[in-house]
């Protein structure tokens, strides 16, 4: 088992920039893969991006790409979202997710095992 909270959301203008943090407690951080999700209102959750256990290979959604930035330190259990150039349709709740079973489609939220509780961004225009 283990639990992830969500943390750096705000109010921000387009343009601007967010840092997420996913602290991660509970089994060994290092073996999760760690996904970025996120769900605007009336939407489903959807992927943004994707980091493997060493943070050797990243993935993005091409709505983000350029744009954020996946990273994670195993030495604090934590993974981070750079999120640069904000734009309003970005606002949404972003959660993020640990895969330990591997091999599963990157994208899909079944793949994910854990998820943390969401953290609120909102973009002003």
């Known amino acids: 088992q283990v639990q992830l909270v969500e943390s750096g959301g705000g109010l921000v203008q387009a343009g601007g920039s967010l840092r997420l943090s996913c602290a991660a407690s509970g089994r060994t951080f290092s073996n999760y893969l760690m996904g970025w999700f996120r769900q605007a209102p009336g939407k489903e959750r959807e992927f943004v991006s994707r980091?493997?256990?060493?943070?050797?290979?990243?993935h993005y959604a091409d709505s983000v790409k350029g744009r954020f930035t996946i990273s994670r330190d195993n030495a604090k259990n934590t993974v981070y979202l750079q999120m640069n150039a904000l734009k309003p349709e970005d606002t949404a709740v972003y959660y993020c997710?640990?895969?330990?079973?591997?091999?599963?489609?990157?994208?899909?939220?079944?793949?994910?095992?854990?998820w943390g509780q969401g953290t609120q961004v909102t973009v002003s225009s």
């Open positions: 980091i493997s256990p060493s943070g050797g290979l990243t």
């Open positions: 997710a640990a895969d330990s079973r591997y091999g599963g489609r990157i994208s899909y939220t079944t793949t994910y095992d854990y």
